[in-house]
């Protein structure tokens, strides 16, 4: 079965507002991956964050990643349309080579 | 660089007929990922190879789906007989290897319909 679950399923905000997207997972990890895969393509690497991070920016992308709770969030500030897309994290397993997507949330960005 | 390349990018066949997929990786990446993706769902891991040997295949229904991976290089997926339920996007990754804590890069996929 997949590890962990994002939530919420689908988001719908207008331009400009910020989204937020979880990803919770149940055993611990080496590293937690967020992709985007827009409509018809292949997945897109986002962010990667190590176990022993706490927090990573890429531009309008803020990850952040809480151990303790077994979970993390991807914050996109002042979406754009262009953001519309499915967002997926992705964990690796400690020592196990093994990469495991979530379900992904669906973001929806309305002009 | 170039990316990881994928065909067919569609292909529509018959239940009980076979298909094969083929996946070129960016060069240089050890470890090559096979992925089914069903339509609203997130990508499930069929199998995972790190140069020519498999890491994982916990969930590649071996009764019907085998993949290699020549020489460590390209590799390809293959399912005999087809059932409907295997209509879905089929994804191809690849990565130095998450020990290297480094991402996947995909392919476009290909899109599987069985009738």
């Known amino acids: 079965s997949q590890q962990g679950e994002e939530d919420p399923q689908a988001l719908s905000i207008q331009e400009g507002e910020n989204a937020t997207m979880n990803c919770s997972y149940k055993?611990?990890?080496?590293?937690l991956q967020w992709y985007r895969q827009n409509s018809g393509r292949g997945l897109v690497h986002l962010i990667l964050?190590?176990?022993?991070?706490r927090e990573k920016h890429s531009g309008r992308l803020r990850v952040t990643l809480d151990t303790s709770k077994k979970s993390s969030s991807l914050l996109i500030t002042a979406s754009r349309a262009a953001d519309t897309a499915s967002y997926f994290c992705?964990?690796?397993?400690?020592?196990?080579?093994?990469?495991?997507f979530g379900p992904g949330t669906s973001l929806s960005v309305i002009p | 660089e170039a990316g990881v390349a994928q065909s067919p990018r569609y292909k529509i066949i018959e239940k009980r007929q076979s298909v094969a997929f083929w996946c070129n990786p960016i060069?240089?990446?050890?470890?090559l990922y096979w992925y089914q993706q069903i339509l609203g769902q997130g990508p499930k891991l069929l199998i995972q190879?790190?140069?020519?040997?498999?890491?994982?295949d916990s969930q590649l229904p071996k009764d019907r789906f085998s993949a290699e991976r020549l020489k460590g290089v390209d590799s390809t997926l293959k399912i005999q007989p087809a059932k409907l339920e295997d209509s879905a996007v089929y994804l191809c990754?690849?990565?130095?290897?998450?020990?290297?804590?480094?991402?996947?890069?995909f392919g476009n996929g290909t899109r599987l319909t069985v009738t």
């Open positions: 990754a690849s990565s130095f290897g998450v020990l290297y804590n480094s991402p996947l890069h």
């Open positions: 055993t611990s990890i080496n590293n």
């Open positions: 964050i190590r176990s022993n991070e």
């Open positions: 992705a964990k690796t397993k400690t020592s196990y080579d093994k990469v495991i």
């Open positions: 060069s240089g990446h050890a470890t």
């Open positions: 190879f790190q140069n020519n040997g498999v890491v994982d």
